[in-house]
């Protein structure tokens, strides 16, 4: 499929030279002599890296090949990643590199979604918000409060976060997956 530079917008994904990238922004430029043209900036969906591209205007893209599916993360060994097609039980693997950041709040067992390019596992999308359980603390002091200061822990799934001085090992935390950041108590 293709897409012409009028259907550009934040978020639509492109294809250039084989790899898929993300329009992360864009501006419509008409001069005062010569063609129009869009200036983007591109995210690569499977490095990160952010590139600087122009387009004349009207030219055509190709859109990529991209599938979601629901896999479900089994265990990590020896650096690499486990995850199971739930509709089809095929298991494949992603290493530490592929995953980035990612890898520190996964839980086995839980569902998330995978997101594949021509058949080759890109990256997961990890739900907003996860409980994890406290594994490794200093211990809370009577009288620490909410907006005392901070400590690290260690969570079950590894990551080192930053959390309130009240909270002990064994406790069940919500954390933002996205910005690595405690939120709240879990209920």
Do not use: C, W
């Not at 530490?96 to 997101?115: M, P, T």
């Not at 058949?119 to 620490?144: C, S």
Request: net charge negative; aromatic share 10%; glycine share 10%.
């Amino acid at each position: 499929m293709t897409a012409s530079t009028a259907d550009f917008r934040k978020g639509l994904k492109i294809e250039l030279e084989g790899e898929p990238y993300i329009i992360a922004d864009f501006l419509h430029v008409k001069p005062g002599k010569g063609g129009a043209f869009v200036r983007t900036k591109l995210k690569s969906l499977i490095s990160g890296n952010v590139i600087d591209r122009t387009f004349r205007s009207g030219e055509k893209v190709q859109t990529p090949s991209l599938e979601e599916k629901n896999m479900q993360y089994l265990y990590q060994e020896g650096g690499t990643y486990h995850f199971m097609d739930t509709e089809n039980y095929e298991q494949f693997v992603m290493t530490g590199d592929q995953l980035g950041e990612d890898s520190n709040f996964l839980q086995e067992n839980v569902e998330i979604k995978i997101l594949f390019h021509n058949g080759r596992p890109i990256g997961v999308e990890l739900p907003f918000f996860v409980e994890l359980t406290i594994v490794r603390t200093e211990p809370g002091v009577k009288g620490d409060t909410a907006s005392g200061g901070s400590k690290p822990a260690t969570l079950e799934t590894g990551a080192v976060i930053q959390v309130p001085l009240f909270l002990n090992e064994g406790d069940a935390i919500k954390v933002d997956t996205r910005t690595g950041e405690y939120i709240e108590r879990a209920k």
